[in-house]
T-cell receptor, first 116, second 110 residues
Framework: NAGVTQTPKFQVLKTGQSMTLQCAQD?????MYWYRQDPGMGLRLIYY???????DKGEVPNGYNVSRLNKREFSLRLESAAPSQTSVYFC???????????????FGPGTRLTVL | AQSVTQPDIHITVSEGASLELRCNYS??????LFWYVQSPGQGLQLLLK??????LVQGIKGFEAEFKRSQSSFNLRKPSVHWSDAAEYFC????????FGAGTRLTVKP
């Protein structure tokens, strides 16, 4: 099992450009998450999906959109990138749907994004 | 307000010395509690978790944590640190959703 995979690993964008971060899991988990990690702030939840076809905002959703394409895949889109979105982005998944947010989460290796 | 606090931003210990990383939470009831480790350039990996029962929890890589309800704490310990333990450690609490502390960076001196 590959677990949780993310592409790309690194990306540099100019202000105003758009891009999509891809995430896939092969553990048959219902719940999936997108976090951003900034120095001294831990991980902050951007969006999550408790099951295929549903998405909900997390703590810092502004400037992002998500798509739960199927049970395996959960993508994060930046429509118009800003320097404040420079960060490391992690995708994660967990068992359960309604209670999934309380369960152990499995993380991908991250995408390091720089917006100039 | 609900919060999770890791008071130590950076800790340095000598190889072979004992380690304790602190975690405190502020919630109305006892949440689920987790410790994760992040090696440089990697994602987070679960070390251990507490849901209920025995307040001393054993995890992977020789780590343990003790839940103390009276102190709202869930501190991580290891009796003898190895150089490979150098990493960033995150405490997380789950009540309505999961919240992560800011992390503690561990440096291990030879």
């Amino acid at each position: 099992n590959a677990g949780v995979t993310q592409t790309p690993k690194f990306q540099v964008l100019k202000t105003g450009q758009s891009m999509t971060l891809q995430c896939a899991q092969d553990m048959n988990h219902n719940s999936m998450y997108w976090y951003r990690q900034d120095p001294g702030m831990g991980l902050r939840l951007i969006y999550y999906s408790a099951s295929e076809g549903t998405t909900d905002k997390g703590e810092v959703p502004n400037g992002y959109n998500v798509s739960r394409l199927n049970k395996r895949e959960f993508s994060l889109r930046l429509e118009s990138a800003a320097p404040s979105q420079t960060s490391v982005y992690f995708c994660a998944s967990s068992e359960g749907s309604s209670s999934g947010r309380l369960n152990e989460q499995f993380f991908g290796p991250g995408t390091r994004l720089t917006v100039l | 307000a609900q919060s999770v606090t890791q008071p130590d931003i950076h800790i340095t210990v000598s190889e072979g010395a004992s380690l304790e990383l602190r975690c405190n939470y502020s919630y109305g009831a006892t949440p689920y509690l987790f410790w994760y480790v992040q090696s440089p350039g990697q994602g987070l990996q679960l070390l251990l978790k507490y849901f209920s029962g025995d307040t001393l929890v054993q995890g992977i890589k020789g780590f343990e944590a003790e839940f103390k309800r009276s102190q709202s704490s869930f501190n991580l310990r290891k009796p003898s640190v190895h150089w490979s333990d150098a990493a960033e450690y995150f405490c997380a609490v789950a009540f309505n959703d999961m919240r992560f502390g800011a992390g503690t960076r561990l440096t291990v001196k030879p």
